[in-house]
């Protein structure tokens, strides 16, 4: 199986700063891709951010020049480094992976438990 630790949530006022990580282990092959993903309550579950295995990034509009993603050398730890937070911020973030398992395998997402992160005075 393939496990998403994710780290680095907790309490930060507005304007602050918070760096999110997540480290991917188990049965891997290699990782196509991971992301970010927040859901605060009663919403769904809405993209933040992804990066590819070759370095190609994508963001929402609402993190754009904010947040950044990034990738541990060795492509199995991706990091957020969040900027200027805002209370519209807060949400519960999950770690997300596109991983084949094994050599012919297709790609299966992957998702951590979650880490909150509140933004609030």
């Known amino acids: 199986q393939v496990q998403l630790v994710e780290s680095g949530g907790g309490l930060v006022q507005p304007g602050g700063s918070l760096r999110l990580s997540c480290a991917a282990s188990g049965s891997i092959f290699n990782i196509n891709a991971m992301g970010w993903y927040r859901q605060a309550p009663g919403k769904q579950r809405e993209l933040v951010a992804t990066?590819?295995?070759?370095?190609?990034?994508n963001y929402s509009d609402s993190v754009k020049g904010r947040f950044t993603i990034s990738l541990e050398n060795g492509k199995s730890t991706v990091h957020l480094q969040m900027n200027s937070l805002k209370p519209e911020d807060t949400a519960v973030y999950y770690c997300?992976?596109?991983?084949?398992?094994?050599?012919?395998?297709?790609?299966?997402?992957?998702w951590g438990q979650g880490t909150q992160v509140t933004v609030s005075s």
């Open positions: 990066i590819t295995s070759g370095g190609s990034t």
């Open positions: 997300n992976a596109a991983v084949r398992r094994f050599y012919g395998g297709r790609y299966n997402d992957y």
